[in-house]
C-alpha cells in the first residue's frame, strides 16, 4: 500500500447550511495530500446544496452524488459510503469541525488494524469549547473482542477511519439504526480497533445534533 493511500471522507448532508462552511473548511485544511470528499445530501431544503454546489465548483476534491429519494441519516451514509474509492472511509458530519491533523494522523496509526479512532472534545452551537472530552465520560475501547461492543460502544463515526473492505457483502447495515457501531463491530471481529488517544475532531452540541 502506498505511503498515502487514498482516503475517502463520506459527507452525509441533510438541512445543514447553518454549520457547513464551518466543516467543509476544516476538511479542505486537511493536511493529508491524498483525500476525496463524497457528499450524500438528503433532500435538503435549507441552502445546503447551494453550499455545497459552491465548494464543488472551487475545489476537484469534492464530489457530490446525484440527489434522489430521502434516504434517512443511515441510508445517506451508507450511499456515501458506497460511492468512496479510497482504501480509508472517514464518516463525516456536516456540523463538526475536524483538526488540521486528524486524516494524517488516523492514516499514520492504523497499522494492520481495521479501525481506528480518535477523541473528540464538545464545542458548544457558536462553536466555543464545552472544556469536556468525550473520553471524560467512556471508557475507550481497544482490540479485537467484538463481545465488548454487543451493549455499548466508544467508537463514535465522526472521530473514525475504517478500511473499505469492511463493507463488502454487508450492505444491509443501512437497515441497522446504528451503522457506526456495526462497522466498529465488524471490525473488532477482524483486525481489531484501535483507540488514538489523541482529540482530532471538535463535537458540536445543539438542539439537532445526534
Known amino acids: 500500500m502506498p505511503l ?3 482516503t475517502s471522507i463520506a459527507l452525509a448532508t441533510f438541512n445543514g447550511a447553518r454549520f457547513l462552511d464551518d466543516q467543509i ?5 486537511q493536511d493529508y495530500p491524498n483525500i476525496e470528499i463524497i457528499v450524500s445530501d438528503d433532500g435538503s431544503t435549507d441552502g445546503t446544496w447551494d453550499i455545497l454546489q459552491m465548494y464543488a465548483s472551487k ?4 464530489s457530490l452524488l446525484p440527489r434522489r429519494e430521502n434516504l434517512g441519516y443511515v ?7 458506497s460511492a468512496c474509492n479510497g482504501d480509508f ?4 458530519d456536516q456540523d463538526d469541525i475536524w483538526h488540521i491533523s486528524k486524516t494524517s494522523r488516523l492514516v499514520a496509526e492504523i497499522d494492520e488494524m481495521d479501525l481506528i479512532y480518535c477523541n473528540n472534545r464538545y464545542i458548544d452551537s457558536e ?16 482490540g479485537n473482542d467484538p463481545r465488548q ?19 463488502k457483502d454487508w450492505f444491509y447495515l443501512k437497515d441497522l439504526p446504528y451503522v457506526d457501531w456495526a462497522i466498529a463491530f465488524l471490525a473488532a471481529n477482524g483486525r481489531g480497533v484501535r483507540y488514538l488517544d489523541e482529540t482530532l475532531v471538535d463535537w458540536r452540541q445543539h438542539n439537532s445534533s445526534f
Not at 75 to 81: E, I, K, L, S
Request: glycine fraction near 6%; charge should be positive; include cysteine.
Open 59 to 62: 475545489d476537484g476534491r469534492i
Open 89 to 92: 472511509i472517514s464518516p463525516c
Open 75 to 81: 441510508g445517506n451514509f451508507m450511499r456515501a459510503y
Open 25 to 29: 473548511s476544516s476538511l479542505l485544511a
Open 127 to 142: 462553536g466555543r469549547p464545552m472544556n469536556a472530552q468525550y473520553s471524560d465520560f467512556h471508557k475507550m475501547f481497544s
Open 4 to 6: 498515502t493511500p487514498l
Open 149 to 167: 461492543l454487543l451493549f455499548a460502544t466508544s467508537v463514535c463515526g465522526h472521530a473514525s477511519l475504517f478500511r473499505k473492505k469492511l463493507l
